[in-house]
């Protein structure tokens, strides 16, 4: 048997493999990442990592040995080039071929690069890889004044930490308001807030024209109003692009990520995909959706490895996340729509609060700011199915969680 093979040894990559294991798979696992690295968390890179906090030991899914111990391969530091579906195989860069059963498509997705001038010069950074992360954090050491631009859950990570370091800090983001795409007007408002105290500007409502610099070092960020940052460090953080070129060029369905049934098949069903390359069905969303976070990546994984170890159910896991920035944990549980409703519990004056989002009258999503409790009660209830009314939540002294138990 030729087993199986995953492209990517990220979350996704190395969670599969691992699950595979723990569900009694027998053949072959193979993980194959282009990336010189053990598979590794991303999440503290922005965080505890960038604060200095956790060394790269604290980075790793699994200590290196375990891999070996579960008989599961990791080919680091290798690129696969093509798949060829016909005899089930996939090239290597290094001109090597490996055969699958079946193979798991973990790709992740890459930084969207600004398109601008002066994008390429020292001193201007994203943040993606631990490689990305080591040197960033080398130059946050030195820097004085950084400009971050784009106003997500990276850029915002990353203010607070360069903030706390002693920098000033500018924000430049392109929409009217911080997280636009993933939260809230309300948590917005809050969280904009929140980075102020911290000592962060913002500037909302505009794009970045050219980064300037002297001898090859970033110095200035132009903006669309005209405005000139001085920036001795500048970090883009204004999205991802799915990687799917492998799986185009092998003639699957892409579209927004890698296309996928409620299975985690993609059209061919020797492959699946999974994590932040795959675009898949979710019963908390309207069509397909990519999810880019570790339970979305942790959980498809499991939910393809039971596939291969004869325990088939379709995906519908609850999709939740996190972000801490500065002395607020955010966590999200359930996707928010542009048009919700929203009601608030808690006071958010306290710095403990949650969002109550509510698509068609029912609560779909909460986004809770050091609440754990309004969190991990959404959680149960969107697993069972049952979230209440906005009618119900509206009623005075309402509590998320006695309202589970
Ligand atoms: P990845 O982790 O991107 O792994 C894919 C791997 O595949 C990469 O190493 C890539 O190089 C490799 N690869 C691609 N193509 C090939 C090829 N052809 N051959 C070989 N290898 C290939 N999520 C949260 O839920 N909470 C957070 O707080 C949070 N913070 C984050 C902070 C940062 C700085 C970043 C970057 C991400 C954060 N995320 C967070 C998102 C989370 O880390 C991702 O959703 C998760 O890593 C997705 O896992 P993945 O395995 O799908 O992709």
Redesign the pocket.
């Known amino acids: 048997m030729s087993g199986v093979v995953i ?7 190395a969670q599969a493999a691992l699950s595979l294991r723990d569900g009694g798979y027998q053949a072959p696992v193979t993980l ?4 010189s690295e053990q598979p590794y ?3 503290p ?3 505890a990592y960038m604060l200095g906090k956790a060394d790269e030991a604290a980075l790793r899914v699994r200590q290196p040995d375990l891999y070996a111990a579960q008989d599961i391969r990791v080919v680091t530091g ?4 093509a798949i060829d579906r016909a005899s089930r195989r996939v090239s290597l860069a290094c001109g090597g071929e490996l055969a699958y059963d079946h193979l798991i498509l ?4 890459r930084n969207r690069a600004l398109p601008v001038r002066g994008a390429d010069l020292d001193g201007v950074f994203m ?3 631990l490689e990305d ?1 080591r040197r960033l954090r080398a130059r946050l050491t030195t820097a004085r004044r950084a400009v971050v631009v784009g106003a997500g ?2 850029g915002l ?1 990353f203010a607070a930490v360069a903030a706390k370091s002693g920098c000033a800090v500018e924000v430049i983001e392109a929409a009217e308001r911080v997280m636009a795409r993933a939260v809230s007007p309300f948590m917005s408002v809050f969280f904009a807030q929140a980075h102020r105290d911290m000592g962060v500007v913002f500037h909302f409502a505009e794009g970045v024209l050219a980064i300037t610099g002297a001898d090859g070092e970033a110095a200035e960020v132009h903006t669309t109003s005209g405005r000139r940052v001085a920036a001795d460090l500048v970090v883009v953080g204004i999205g991802v692009i799915p ?1 799917v070129e ?1 799986a185009e060029a092998a003639g699957l369905a892409t579209g927004n990520g890698i296309c996928t049934d409620a299975d985690l098949l993609t059209s061919d069903p020797s492959i699946s995909a ?4 795959a675009s898949s069905p979710s019963p908390f969303a309207d069509g397909p959706v990519r999810i ?6 942790t959980d498809q994984a499991r939910a393809v490895a039971r596939r291969l170890c004869g325990r088939p159910a379709p995906y519908g896991a609850v999709p939740w ?4 920035q500065g002395a607020h944990k955010l966590q999200i549980a359930g996707l928010g729509r542009p048009d919700d409703e929203t009601l608030v519990l808690g006071d958010p004056s306290t710095g403990r609060f949650s969002v109550c989002r509510f698509h068609r009258g029912r609560l779909a999503c909460v986004e809770s700011v050091n609440r754990a409790a309004d969190h991990m009660a959404m959680r149960k209830l969107l697993q069972s199915g049952g979230t209440p009314s906005m009618e119900v939540v509206a009623t005075p002294g309402f509590d998320l969680k006695a309202f589970v138990a």
């Open positions: 492209v990517g040894a990220g979350q996704a990559a194959v990442g282009e990336e968390q991303r999440p890179l922005s965080k290798e690129r696969v080039e973990a790709t992740g997705a943040l993606r890889t992360a859950f990276i990570e990687n492998l999974i994590g932040d390359c880019e976070s570790v339970q979305n990546a996340f996190w972000s801490d």
